[in-house]
């Protein structure tokens, strides 16, 4: 996309009740908030003939029955301008056995369609196996919210898995509350609550959870089960309240009417949020195995509650390692043992609650919209923008610029990593076992395997991840506190600590791991080593190391931000920086020490993301930029090309720098502080350093020679004055590597304002 970008959704939508209604509309709402969209459009479908409503985001309707409003609904999309076309499937939404009305609208789109589906059955009957499969095949990509629903898809029905993404259930972005404050205002207070929500129906089994409390409150004397939901829409034009009577009933019969409480209401989102709040346990004993996704289970588990569940499948991924507790079908017995004992047991619950909700901060509802927009920009053919700051017609910079952004090559990165890590050198293109590993490396390495992790990413093979993660932990060295560095080829460890550098950069890479990676076990892994290796750090003197843990606390404070030892040491950090700068600057020389060194642009950067994610202090952004403003106009040269500092000057004491050596760990340090600049201050001048300095690896250079390979992803390790270094070391590899992956996140957001002009996010007005 060249523009601000356009999407259109059809499912149901709010004011309609039922789960399908909330997750478009919230998915609509979150995706219109982030910058660059344009509009976010539903076409609505419309159940036997009712109509609703409707709010201004639905542009369209379809009369379930109607197959003319499909095939009228796709002739409009096509003519609408929208880039994607995002379809919410759930078999019973649309008409026709087994819904296949739809392909009425997905055989006639000529815009890119994603499909994301909301149920996938294991045993398809024949009409159900011909309708997904032939979605599938209209489809650019289909998504599915569990891993389940991915193995489903690609051995039940043949779905490749590069067309398979797996994109969470979304939550609201809601603070970690104890429940006693919420309990007073909605009337339960001095009570423990036991909470279901959602629209009542037999698959609930609401029934499992009544019978199971008398057990309950042989232990917990106290305790309340509130149900809070209308009957599903559809049972009740089937069967009126039956269901919801026979529950009351049952209540009466047990005698345990003042424990069991029924609010016979859909409610707003701010409602449900203070229900949530006041609950202690959440309980959700469904009845059937191959529930693949549950909006109340998301919500609950987002915003940090303990979960009691039957085993379904949605249950099973989310609730394994401790994260909430899992109980047999129908087993009333079980049900209320371990709901009573969760009662009885309040550190045990406290811990599930922020285990939950430290799991659930990639699920909040712009961190989900965002991977739908990156699916959705990749899936349209976004091509990146490029403009004078590439061009140099005699060696094909920009050509080879606009190769690379298209590209994954990974095969020579991959070729340094043996069973113990990422290589520090090479001779050539061949690895070098001679110098053996070190922990920079292996710390850049898992920076890159997150990098690769993002939505439009090709990522990294898991075993490589864990390799990399393994090496970190395996050089922790718990007796003093820090992390060793280099490692011989026969794995001894060649020094007893490493350098403060060393220790920050692993810091940095387990930060973001906490923060983004996929797997639940290895981020709380990082969580934790890097908790126990931060400490330490407020005794450093080095800048960088000051920088690189501050990058990797930026993402570390994402994740626990009421860690108030975290906080401290971040202000530390961040001001020690302020005062490095303070008491070296002069109206020539703008920058935190007597000469420069490497990765510095670092140092700015660390500032930057410091000021956007903390918000202490506004002197913190304006350090950082004015630093980075002074250190690129060094790095440029009349010629307008990118000039790193280079390797011969480190040292030397405010003297001009010299030319050589210049190293690629330079351009991919200036690329990430560009970044971090443009979303503090939104200049396009910003835009033009970075792919200046990206443009360097191709060949917008002093010497006019190209760096990297683009058929194997190998870079070489410097500019020397007469050539570029034709040895292809680790440091390098990633450091290309992260490069591409910062521009290409970059390009998909170029468009957009600067972060602290966003709007601020519109509340969600129902539940699921």
């Not at 499912?11 to 309609?16: E, Y």
């Not at 449900?272 to 709040?277: N, Y």
């Not at 091509?383 to 610029?401: F, K, L």
């Not at 500092?645 to 030319?659: E, N, Q, V």
Request: charged fraction near 20%; hydrophobic fraction near 40%; glycine fraction near 8%.
């Amino acid at each position: 996309m060249s523009g601000p970008s356009r999407f259109a959704l059809v499912g149901n939508s709010l004011p309609r009740r039922c789960g399908i209604a909330t997750f478009t509309t919230d998915l609509q709402r979150a995706l219109e908030q982030l910058p660059a969209c344009a509009q976010c459009s539903i076409v609505a479908m419309n159940d036997a003939g009712r109509s609703y409503d409707y709010p201004a985001a639905v542009r369209l309707q379809i009369d379930d029955r109607s197959l003319p409003d499909y095939a009228s609904a796709a002739n409009a999309l096509n003519r609408s301008g929208c880039d994607v076309v995002s379809l919410q499937h759930e078999f019973g939404i649309f008409g026709g056995e087994a819904g296949s009305h739809i392909l009425a609208l997905t055989s006639r789109l000529t815009v890119p369609l994603v499909t994301t589906f909301h149920t996938v059955i294991e045993r398809p009957s024949p009409a159900q196996r011909r309708v997904v499969g032939e979605i599938v095949a209209a489809c650019a990509r289909v998504v599915t919210m569990a891993e389940k629903g991915r193995d489903l898809l690609r051995t039940v029905y043949q779905v490749e898995s590069d067309k398979i993404e797996v994109i969470a259930h979304g939550t609201p972005d809601g603070p970690f509350i104890d429940p006693d404050e919420a309990k007073h205002a909605l009337g339960f207070a001095g009570r423990q609550v036991i909470l279901t929500f959602g629209l009542l129906s037999p698959s609930k089994g609401i029934e499992i959870m009544i019978n199971a409390m008398p057990e309950i409150l042989k232990s917990n004397t106290t305790a309340v089960y509130v149900v809070l939901g209308a009957t599903h829409p559809n049972l009740v034009r089937e069967q009126g309240e039956t269901y919801r009577n026979g529950l009351m009933a049952r209540v009466r019969a047990l005698g345990i009417d003042e424990h069991v409480v029924f609010l016979e209401r859909f409610v707003d989102q701010a409602t449900l949020l203070r229900f949530i709040s006041m609950c202690d346990v959440y309980a959700t004993p469904y009845l059937n195995a191959a529930q693949m996704t549950s909006g109340t289970l998301a919500y609950s588990f987002g915003l940090g509650k303990a979960v009691i569940s039957t085993p379904y499948w949605h249950a099973r991924e989310l609730l394994a390692d401790g994260r909430g507790v899992l109980v047999p079908f129908g087993d009333v017995g079980a049900l209320g043992r371990e709901t009573a004992a969760l009662l009885s047991d309040a550190p045990r619950r406290l811990a599930m609650r922020q285990r939950a909700y430290a799991s659930g901060r990639p699920m909040i509802w712009p961190r989900i919209a965002e991977r739908y927009r990156a699916l959705f920009e990749q899936v349209s053919g976004d091509n990146p923008r490029h403009d004078a700051a590439h061009r140099n017609p005699g060696n094909g910079a920009a050509r080879r610029v606009a190769q690379a952004v298209s590209a994954s090559p990974l095969t020579h990165f991959v070729a340094l990593c043996d069973d113990t890590g990422l290589l520090q050198h090479a001779v050539h293109g061949v690895a070098d076992r001679a110098h053996g590993y070190c922990t920079d490396d292996n710390a850049r390495a898992l920076l890159l395997a997150g990098a690769l992790d993002r939505a439009g990413e090709a990522s990294l093979p898991e075993v490589l991840t864990n390799r990399f993660a393994a090496f970190l932990q395996h050089a922790w060295n718990p007796e003093c506190r820090r992390f060793h560095n280099f490692m011989s080829f026969d794995r001894r460890w060649l020094d007893e600590a490493g350098s403060e550098d060393s220790h920050g950069r692993a810091l940095w890479a387990l930060g973001e791991c906490a923060r983004s990676d996929h797997d639940p076990a290895r981020r709380r892994w990082a969580a934790a080593l890097f908790a126990a290796a931060l400490p330490v750090t407020e005794l450093f003197q080095s800048p960088r190391a000051w920088s690189f843990v501050l990058l990797g606390l930026d993402g570390y404070c994402s994740v626990f931000p009421e860690h108030s030892g975290a906080r401290h040491i971040r202000e530390r950090l961040a001001n020690q920086l302020l005062e490095s700068l303070a008491a070296a600057e002069t109206p020539d020389w703008e920058w935190f020490e007597d000469g420069l060194a490497y990765d510095n642009a670092r140092l700015p950067q660390a500032l930057l993301v410091t000021g956007r994610s903390s918000g202490a202090r506004r002197e913190y952004a304006d350090s950082g930029l004015r630093s980075l403003r002074w250190l690129m106009r060094l790095q440029t040269t009349p010629a307008g090309r990118f000039r790193p500092f280079g390797s011969k000057s480190f040292g030397a004491k405010r003297s001009h720098p010299l030319t050589f050596d210049q190293q690629p760990v330079e351009a991919a340090a200036s690329i990430g502080a560009c970044i971090a600049a443009w979303h503090t201050d939104g200049a396009d001048a910003w835009r033009v350093d970075a792919e200046r300095s990206f443009a360097w690896f191709f060949g917008d250079n002093d010497l006019a020679v190209p760096l990297v390979d683009l058929d194997t992803g190998s870079c070489r390790d410097g500019l020397h004055p007469d050539r570029a270094n034709e040895n292809r070391g680790g440091e390098s590899a990633v450091s290309y590597l992260l490069s591409l992956t910062d521009m290409r996140q970059f390009h998909r957001c170029m468009t957009a304002p600067p972060i602290h002009h966003a709007r601020p996010r519109a509340g969600r007005e129902d539940h699921a």
